[in-house]
T-cell receptor, first 110, second 114 residues
Framework: TQLLEQSPQFLSIQEGENLTVYCNSS?????LQWYRQEPGEGPVLLVT?????EVKKLKRLTFQFGDARKDSSLHITAAQPGDTGLYLC??????????FGAGTTVTVRA | DTEVTQTPKHLVMGMTNKKSLKCEQH?????MYWYKQKAKKPPELMFV???????INESVPSRFSPECPNSSLLNLHLHALQPEDSALYLC?????????????FGPGTRLTVL
């Protein structure tokens, strides 16, 4: 059973469009990380959100952490082909272990 | 140095072979991890070392044997693997005791078992 439900599983959009990926749980997390992974490579940490209600921006990427620290979203504005990849959310509940969502495969067509 | 390195990048082995995967980091992190990842799936935790001691073994078969020679190095020894063990093996590190468990991943070793 996945502790973090991530949706959608697949997303294919045209360059310039916006997209949102959701990560939901019934559990409270002390922090939540978002990673992007390209084929054949390891996940790259994009951001960590820690405080309920927190919003972080990374260029065209906006990350939100829910007030209750149970859910998070990633919004990409004006997506570019370089945004293509597998997006993973991962929540920390106790030391060392991260609970990963199933991942969202994003394809941005030129 | 802010990266985790892994060698080899690719490995093909037979079911009777013995091989080792290596991981190194110089960020002063004292927790290191091995994950297994199948295509289009999230990473699955295998082992965690904290301060060079094995702290978590996620019921991994004994044909996988981890080793942490020092705080910068992590090995995964492989013996008598099965074809279903073919996957991307990822190493990660983090700084335990901080407010959030930010894990930094290496590029992985693509393992194929014939």
């Amino acid at each position: 059973t996945q502790l973090l439900e991530q949706s959608p599983q697949f997303l294919s959009i045209q360059e310039g469009e916006n997209l949102t990926v959701y990560c939901n749980s019934s559990s409270v997390f002390s922090s939540l990380q978002w990673y992007r992974q390209e084929p054949g490579e390891g996940p790259v940490l994009l951001v960590t959100v820690v405080t309920g209600g927190e919003v972080k921006k990374l260029k065209r990427l906006t990350f939100q952490f829910g007030d209750a620290r149970k859910d998070s979203s990633l919004h990409i504005t004006a997506a570019q082909p370089g945004d293509t990849g597998l997006y993973l959310c991962a929540g920390e509940r106790n030391d060392y272990k991260l609970s990963f969502g199933a991942g969202t495969t994003v394809t941005v067509r030129a | 140095d802010t990266e985790v390195t892994q060698t080899p990048k690719h490995l093909v082995m037979g079911m009777t072979n013995k091989k080792s995967l290596k991981c190194e980091q110089h960020m002063g992190h004292r927790a290191m991890y091995w994950y297994k990842q199948k295509a289009k799936k999230p990473p699955e935790l295998m082992f965690v070392y904290s301060y060079e001691k094995l702290s978590i073994n996620e019921s991994v078969p004994s044909r996988f044997s981890p080793e942490c020679p020092n705080s910068s190095l992590l090995n995964l020894h492989l013996h008598a693997l099965q074809p279903e063990d073919s996957a991307l093996y990822l190493c990660a590190s983090s700084h335990p005791g901080t407010n959030n468990n930010e894990q930094f991943f290496g590029p992985g070793t693509r393992l194929t078992v014939l």
